[in-house]
């Protein structure tokens, strides 16, 4: 007797071209990305949160840097950080050296942790040539203090990037960029509470997939992407099981390897939620698109 399908093959393309994207520490996409037009550059930031939308506003890419995962074996990197520190520092480390990250024009470091400010400071002595900025965010959540700390903070960034394109970001820009991110978050929203619903519709390994393409996608394409995957989820049942619904949590920065949620799922459980990809979610709800941009996502 054969085994019900449980995919069909517009979610198995999906499903692919995004794993392709994943394995793939060489970040290809990108490369591809620059060489369609002169001129082009990327920017790369590491987890939990950066405001991709300067990136974006600039028309740059913005390149979510995640560390090697279980693919990569960390060898120099090791010789940066003293071995009890997590992995994701080192083994960024390790694709700097190794070249595998020349396709950036720039790193972002957000302030989630010692270890990642540090990085940001090894990377500058490392990289001389490249733009690297450490994003500090406030501890202080009043408008008037934390905000204002916040939005010169992008301010920064914004005046960084111009520079590096040769031009003002303009509000224009900001606002239209924040358009496809609100789209981005809405899809990303939309795929997370079809999954909670319907587990089995949309397993865990395949959302987890999905959102890692968004790092190196332009975010154009990945609505695209994510619009393309709920439209084939729903037009198939795929067998419901009697398993477990099961909560993910805690893994802030540092991203779970796919065999780890493959094997979860494997052991008779469906993920409902989790808190992977935080930078996709960090934002909840629409961010205004008619004001000052930086004061909005600065309240956002
Ligand atoms: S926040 Fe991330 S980089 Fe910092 S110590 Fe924790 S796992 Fe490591």
């Known amino acids: 007797m054969s085994t019900p399908a449980t995919q069909t093959p517009e979610v198995l393309r999906i499903v692919e071209r995004c794993e392709a994207l994943f394995e793939d520490l060489h970040f290809n ?53 003293q071995s009890y520190i997590c992995r994701i520092p080192r083994s960024t480390i390790e694709l700097g050296l190794t070249g595998r990250l020349d396709s950036l024009d ?67 820009e900001l606002n239209a960029s924040i358009v496809v991110y609100n789209e981005n978050r809405r899809l990303i929203e939309e795929l997370y509470a079809y999954r909670a619903a319907q587990p089995w519709q949309a397993p865990t390994s395949e959302v987890y997939l999905l959102l890692r393409a968004g790092m190196v996608l332009p975010v154009e394409e990945h609505n695209t992407l994510l619009r393309e995957y709920l439209a084939a989820a729903r037009a198939f049942e795929r067998p419901r099981r009697d398993n477990a619904r099961v909560v993910v949590n805690g893994s802030f920065c540092e991203q779970p390897p796919l065999a780890l949620i493959k094997s979860v799922e494997m052991a008779g459980c469906y993920i409902v939620d989790d808190d992977f990809m935080l930078v996709t979610r960090w934002l909840q709800g629409e961010v205004p698109t008619d004001g000052d941009p930086l004061q909005e996502l600065s309240k956002a």
């Open 106 to 172: 720039g790193m972002l470091f957000p302030s989630i942790c010692d270890v990642i400010r540090n990085l940001s400071g090894v990377w500058q002595l490392l990289f001389k040539d490249k733009y690297v900025r450490y994003v500090d965010v406030p501890q202080n959540y009043q408008d008037s203090i934390g905000g204002k700390f916040y939005v010169e903070e992008m301010q920064h960034i914004r005046d960084d990037l111009g520079k590096l394109r040769g031009a003002p970001i303009t509000d224009a």
């Open 29 to 81: 996409a990108v490369k591809q990305w620059k060489a369609a037009a002169p001129g082009r550059k990327a920017i790369g930031y590491m987890p939990v949160y950066v405001p991709r939308e300067i990136i974006h506003a600039a028309g740059m890419l913005p390149v979510g840097i995640l560390g090697g995962g279980d693919q990569l074996e960390v060898i120099q990197g090791d010789a940066y950080y």
